[in-house]
């Protein structure tokens, strides 16, 4: 059974930061690109962030390069997303989703992806206040 497992959320100030953590079971793990995304009530699902089996390529979206960063800890089956600037626009529910084997697509495709492989967690809540 493939499970997704996000964990970290929660209530910050602008400015402030966050790290989400996504544990894994019931697939193999380190041949899959891996990714955040998020959506917020009557917006698209957006991906936030994608990471390669083996770290390259990596990509991000405009919105928060430079802001967040993505990591994955393969022997843990961890995936995790480091989250600091913190504006009220990253207010949103995050997901970790699988995204497809081997190296990841660029960031437009990384939706659609996901969704063919439907391997996603629950998600967790991120609210910045300003």
């Known amino acids: 059974q493939v499970l997704l497992v996000e964990s970290g959320g929660g209530s910050v100030q602008t400015g402030g930061s966050l790290r989400l953590s996504c544990v894994s079971s019931?697939?193999?793990?380190?041949?899959?690109?891996m990714g955040w995304f998020r959506q917020s009530p009557g917006k698209e699902r957006e991906g936030v962030a994608v990471r390669s089996p083996d770290g390259a390529p990596t990509y991000y979206a405009d919105s928060v390069k430079g802001r967040f960063t993505i990591s994955r800890d393969n022997p843990k089956n961890t995936l995790y997303l480091q989250m600091n600037s913190l504006k009220p626009e990253d207010t949103s529910m995050y997901y970790c989703?699988?995204?497809?084997?081997?190296?990841?697509?660029?960031?437009?495709?990384?939706?659609?992806?996901?969704?063919?492989?439907?391997?996603w967690g629950r998600g967790t809540q991120v609210i910045v206040s300003s």
């Open positions: 019931g697939y193999t793990y380190t041949e899959y690109c």
């Open positions: 989703a699988a995204v497809s084997r081997g190296i990841c697509p660029p960031i437009g495709g990384v939706v659609s992806a996901a969704r063919r492989l439907g391997y």
